[in-house]
T-cell receptor, first 111, second 116 residues
């Protein structure tokens, strides 16, 4: 059974701090997505990474796909209260139709 | 705006009842996915349809069913509702590339179901 494990499950930090969220699996993915979800709303796509070792930046967010395409990280620099939310990673399978989601990291940034 | 629409936004009903949730995918997307998210929980994959046919099944109860119509919109039917079915139900869509590999899913705003 494919699993995507996210860590930490919960993170509460002060505004201005840096943080890293991890998404790990023993499976190889053809691509991996990161989403951010606010309470009561649908997940919003942040980025898709497809190449092993790929690094993508979105303002203060840096996403990295592992060389073996089994893991990924999301680094936020100088976190702001507006970054508060549930961060979900999702791995798209190879040769099939199944995408799996991690359980998410709930981030709370205090002003 | 992801381009995926869901109706209704809110639904309040009683135990034992039946409801239908509707989803319209992004233009050009052939795959539709349904997810359930209970309070403070992650996304639980229910079912996927691709171009009108069921493609993958997750932890979907027998009381739940779905279908995708020729115009590619999808409906999720929930019957004999129980209190524990109260949750957010999300629909997502994707292109689904040739060869069967999955690609990025785009989510709708969700339907909040409350069973009293």
């Amino acid at each position: 059974t494919q699993l995507l494990e996210q860590s930490p499950q919960f993170l509460s930090i002060q505004e201005g701090e840096n943080l890293t969220v991890y998404c790990n699996s023993s499976s190889v993915f053809s691509s991996l997505q990161w989403y951010r979800q606010e309470p009561g709303e649908g997940p919003v796509l942040l980025v898709t990474v497809v190449t092993g070792g790929e690094v993508k930046k979105l303002k203060r967010l840096t996403f990295q796909f592992g060389d073996a395409r089994k893991d990924s990280s999301l680094h936020i620099t100088a976190a702001q209260p507006g970054d508060t939310g549930l961060y979900l990673c999702a791995g798209a399978g190879t040769g099939g139709f199944k995408t799996i989601f991690g359980a998410g990291t709930r981030l709370f940034v205090k002003a | 705006d992801s381009g995926v629409t869901q109706t209704p936004k809110h639904l309040i009903t009683a135990t034992g009842q039946r409801v239908t949730l509707r989803c319209s995918p992004r233009s050009g997307d052939l795959s539709v996915y349904w997810y359930q998210q209970s309070l403070d929980q992650g996304l639980q994959f229910l079912i996927q349809y691709y171009n009108g046919e069921e493609r993958a099944k997750g932890n979907i109860l027998e009381r739940f069913s779905a279908q995708q119509f020729p115009d590619l919109h999808s409906e999720l039917n929930l019957s004999s509702l129980e209190l524990g079915d109260s949750a957010l139900y999300f629909c997502a869509s994707s292109v689904t590339l040739a060869g069967g590999s999955t690609d990025t899913q785009y989510f709708g705003p969700g339907t909040r179901l409350t069973v009293l």
